[in-house]
T-cell receptor, first 115, second 115 residues
Framework: DGGITQSPKYLFRKEGQNVTLSCEQNLNHDAMYWYRQDPGQGLRLIYYSQIVNDFQKGDIAEGYSVSREKKESFPLTVTSAQKNPTAFYLC??????????????FGSGTSLTVV | AQSVAQPEDQVNVAEGNPLTVKCTYSVSGNPYLFWYVQYPNRGLQFLLKYITGDNLVKGSYGFEAEFNKSQTSFHLKKPSALVSDSALYFCAVRALNSGNTPLVFGKGTRLSVIA
């Protein structure tokens, strides 16, 4: 899994419910990211975090929330305020020990469907 | 602001023929460029990156990319395509000295290699 695990792989949610997607990494990397993928739109950044207890909004943060209480975990909550949550969600990690030349390592993704 | 354009939604190529997937970028300063590949219902996998040095970068699975600063391009190439290369390809960029700001991704290009 490249040291980063997303769960569950498939998730179904009823309208009006909050749901939390898990992202865990075991390589002690500093930075973690959440992206949303929709067909034909590429990857859009939701939130990212570079240190524990700190995170920044990305381009499409509305209707989402995150926490970074420990280095290895960066869960994403899709709230009822997100009007179109059906999408594929990707988590990524990278160390910050250099100029960033490692790039990102991605999890295998979570497919969220609102039913 | 950083941006990436992948002008082709779909590229079709016959097996054994050379392939090119196009990418152009816009950043302030020097770019840090990546190519990733995604297979169905999976996360993105790293193919190659460019930071500095030779304009021709070699990566995984026989892929290479050519950095052209004057044309602000970073096209992905392979001399002889395989059916197994069929996948979704993403170009990504950030400014080299941007303090670890998140990567910006293109919308992706679907490569179809026909036997």
């Amino acid at each position: 899994d490249g040291g980063i695990t997303q769960s569950p792989k498939y998730l179904f949610r009823k309208e009006g419910q909050n749901v939390t997607l898990s992202c865990e990494q075991n390589l002690n990397h500093d930075a973690m990211y959440w992206y949303r993928q929709d067909p034909g739109q590429g990857l859009r950044l939701i939130y990212y975090s570079q240190i524990v207890n700190d995170f920044q909004k990305g381009d499409i943060a509305e209707g989402y929330s995150v926490s970074r209480e420990k280095k290895e975990s960066f869960p994403l909550t899709v709230t009822s305020a997100q009007k179109n949550p059906t999408a594929f969600y990707l988590c990524a990690r990278t160390p910050l020990t250099g100029p960033g030349d490692y790039g990102y390592t991605f999890g295998s993704g979570t497919s969220l469907t609102v039913v | 602001a950083q941006s990436v354009a992948q002008p082709e939604d779909q590229v079709n190529v016959a097996e054994g023929n050379p392939l090119t997937v196009k990418c152009t970028y816009s950043v302030s300063g020097n770019p840090y460029l990546f190519w990733y590949v995604q297979y169905p219902n999976r996360g993105l996998q790293f193919l190659l990156k460019y930071i500095t040095g030779d304009n021709l970068v070699k990566g995984s699975y026989g892929f290479e990319a050519e950095f052209n600063k004057s044309q602000t391009s970073f096209h992905l190439k392979k001399p002889s395509a395989l059916v197994s290369d069929s996948a979704l390809y993403f170009c990504a960029v950030r400014a080299l000295n941007s303090g670890n700001t998140p990567l910006v991704f293109g919308k992706g290009t679907r490569l179809s290699v026909i036997a």
